[in-house]
């Protein structure tokens, strides 16, 4: 096979090679940050927490209002996030902060960083959204990654339940679930006295109830990439979302660039930057070298060798050399966000930090996410109904996203045929979504179902409208599929369509709106089409479906 071909090119790999079945990576194998399950008693200690939080407004549930992440009348009002933070007694003044913000890249950055922290010894605080399995893991803490616990949590909520009740009766109720939760974090972060927290940003940045850290407690700021999501929410245009963005950037502090942008991106990016006296890192410079060399397997798990070369010296003189590094965050995006991590901690350095190169080297070494190219054991594929398949989760939701999942799959799985099993939240880009995976190639099935949206449907979108889009995207491609709205197929049972793709090799393309029954037909098509050759069945949309996938391996 071209994958072990690809996996001997490469000096520093081991002699695992065997089938990607055997990959053993997945729940139970997980690298720092840790991210906690929720049991039963953990769930009872935090009733009181979830009910209120459940009374509030939640706009990852309901959907965000045109124009409430930008800078302008319509924008989210953070003069209530201060109010309540003052009640709080001011937290956020307590802490100096790395703050992140992104279209894509922003929990893998924080992740690297974070690890990178800890590998040096100190106590970091880590906010993050949304989450997978529990609202702990939003907010991590110490020297170990771990999810703040229940028991701290709801201790620390029923501390300031008076004050919240307070804030929330001075501001007519309209106080949001985002905005409770990033008060609650900051007073945490404050009160165990961490060495440094490392804030993502929810939504854009100039508006986000994160962006009340203030000049004097920001150390650095980080851009990771400028992308359309959200892009009603944001103004309606790439421009807008640039500016919006850039409102993290706070007077004098450094600000990490990820990238690569469009040149009249970085330039808004770069302008706003100077307008606040700002010291630029642009990650992406193409001075710099970051490379991947190979993939191979350790210890059961995919890892790829790379290089990461940075030097810098304009606006700041920063320099490291990371040779032979082995990232288990797959994918030249996630290499990407590895340096970008890595300028950040060198500002870091530069301003004082200790950080030594083994540390940055072992940070991203030790670094792997739920959801994010995530390989199911063997073990939780059974689980699942799927014994012996190859199962990926990654919670892909972008046209960009969707590209660099498809790229990572072709450079690390050449040979390998692919079945999707798609959900997704109704404000994404179906279209370009489903385009990017379909000129992908080497697809067998296409399974269109449904996921609740930050535990509600009002924003899930029918497995019937992602299929007609998954429709579209296939005839203006010119492919030649079998789906379930062909004339000819239309009162054909899901057994017939199955067999009717398999016999005329083509892939089939369904809506489901079940996920149980949608993995029991990527079973089907699984097995009936790739006897000889290696399979994955990739679970994809939104991190949503990669929670479900999830909690289905947890009854």
Known sequence: MKMLKLFRQCSVFTNRTGPIASIRVGLLGNVEPKRGFCTSSEDSELKDLMEYMDSLKNYEKSGVPVGAGTDSDDGFDLGRMRTL????????????????????????????????????????????SPHIRTIRERITLGRSGEPVSAKALNSLFQENKETLDRAIEVE???????????????????????????????????????????????????????????????????????????????????????????????????????????????????????????????????????????????DLKLSIELLDLKLYMLGSHQLQNAATATFAALCLRNLGWRISDASIRTGLQQTHLLGRSQFLTSKEAQALGLSGATILLDGAHTKESAKALMDTIRMTFPESRLTLVVAMANDKDHLGFAREFLSGGHLEGLLCTEANIAGGKSRTTAASV??????????????????????????????????????????????????????????????????????ITVITGSLHIVSLTLATLNG
């Open 85 to 128: 933070m003052e009640l709080l007694g001011r937290p956020h003044f307590k802490f100096k902060a790395v703050h992140i913000a992104g279209t894509k890249g922003k929990g893998s950055t924080a992740a690297f960083l974070c690890n990178i922290l800890r590998a040096e010894g100190y106590s970091v605080g880590c906010y993050t």
């Open 172 to 314: 007519n109720g309209y106080i949001s679930h985002f905005e409770v939760l990033t008060a609650l974090a900051f007073t945490l972060f404050a009160k165990e006295k961490v060495d440094l927290a490392v804030i993502e940003a929810g939504l854009g940045g100039a508006r986000d109830a994160t962006n009340v850290i203030p000049s004097s407690g920001l150390a650095t700021s980080v851009i990771t990439t400028i992308g359309e999501e959200h892009l009603a929410a944001l103004g309606g245009s790439l421009e807008s979302i640039a500016m919006a963005k850039s409102g993290i950037m706070k007077h004098g502090r450094p600000v990490v660039l990820g990238g690569p942008f469009l040149p009249h991106i970085e330039c808004i990016l770069r302008d706003k930057a100077l307008l606040m006296s700002s010291p630029v890192v642009l990650a992406s410079d193409t001075r710099n070298r970051s490379k991947i060399n190979g993939f191979s397997m350790h210890d059961g798990r995919p890892f790829q060798s790379c290089d990461i070369v940075l030097q810098l010296e304009s």
């Open 466 to 535: 992602l299929r007609n889009c998954w429709i579209q995207a296939s005839k203006e491609l010119g492919l030649d599929i079998v789906h379930d709205q062909m004339t000819e197929c239309q009162n054909f049972s899901m057994d017939q369509l199955v067999g009717l793709s398999t016999s005329e090799k083509r892939p089939l393309l369904a809506a489901v709106p079940s996920f149980p029954d949608s993995i029991k037909i990527a079973n089907q098509i699984s097995r009936g089409r790739t006897r000889d050759q290696s399979h």
